[in-house]
């Protein structure tokens, strides 16, 4: 439903979207990226995931996390299942660092959350052409705090070895210069680490953006944006649009 589902074709068109990397002088310890159908938000999400070509093999963990648009949940789900599976191949999920979550009481096993849910799999076929081999800790956020994403992020942060993913798309179903509006505002709050005035208004990740920010403070990380559009500018109408942003830090 996102993207295409023939490997050959999946394969040419994220090359495609990887081809025009933004500039950015260090390699990025975090990424917020978009989660639309390719045609939508790929190539927004493409500047963000072209700055990791080159760093196979250096980077061996993801950790991806997003919000859980079809399954009510409390707290952060983390799945049961050894793998996750495009058109690409399997990615091997890392079932010893979600054992680090253990003892986070908000934190708990939930297939059913993961099962149809399409925001953290619509990044895997980026990371997988752009880094091949890794393994990946999948994260989707309920109804949680800001303050438990960053507990679950801090757990997991890692070293160089390790690469937070974000994924969230920006406003949601305003006209086409209200949402310019709004999402020039989100990207400011993004980009002063103004945390608490994320809402569900902003974006539909705004707990797992609001808690990245939190841990990017704690370690001296800024972010620099990459990209900012809406589906006005790529394959939607201008009535009702969604917006979307990349930013590395």
């Not at 149809?116 to 997988?128: D, G, I, K, S, T």
């Not at 990946?136 to 800001?146: D, I, K, Q």
């Not at 103004?194 to 797992?208: H, I, K, M, V």
């Amino acid at each position: 439903m996102f993207y295409a589902a023939d490997p050959a074709r999946l394969r040419q068109d994220v090359d495609s979207l990887l081809a025009s990397p933004a500039f950015f002088s260090h390699r990025p310890k975090a990424l917020i990226a978009p989660h639309a159908g390719y045609v939508y938000s790929g190539a927004t999400a493409g500047k963000a995931f072209a700055l990791l070509r080159g760093a196979g093999g250096d980077i061996t963990r993801v950790v991806v996390i997003g919000p859980a648009h079809y399954v009510a949940l409390r707290g952060i789900a983390i799945p049961t299942v050894g793998a996750f599976e495009t058109p690409l191949g399997p990615v091997e999920v890392d079932r010893a660092a979600l054992m680090q979550l253990n003892d986070l009481p908000f934190v708990r096993d939930n297939d059913a959350a993961h099962a149809p849910e399409h925001a953290l799999e619509v990044e895997l076929p980026f990371l997988q052409m752009a880094l091949g081999q890794f393994r990946l800790v999948p994260l989707v956020v309920g109804e949680a705090t800001p303050t438990q994403a960053a507990a679950a992020l801090q757990r997991l942060w890692g070293g160089s070895e390790t690469l937070v993913v974000i994924s969230s798309d920006l406003s949601h179903y305003y006209d086409y210069e209200t949402a310019r509006r709004l999402d020039a505002a989100t990207a400011g709050i993004i980009e002063r680490g103004e945390w608490p005035q994320l809402t569900s208004d902003n974006a539909c990740g705004f707990l797992a953006v609001a808690g990245l920010l939190t841990a990017a403070a704690n370690c001296g990380l800024n972010a620099r944006r990459l990209a900012l559009c809406n589906s006005g500018d790529t394959a939607g109408g201008r009535d009702r649009v969604v917006g979307y942003g990349a930013w590395a830090f």
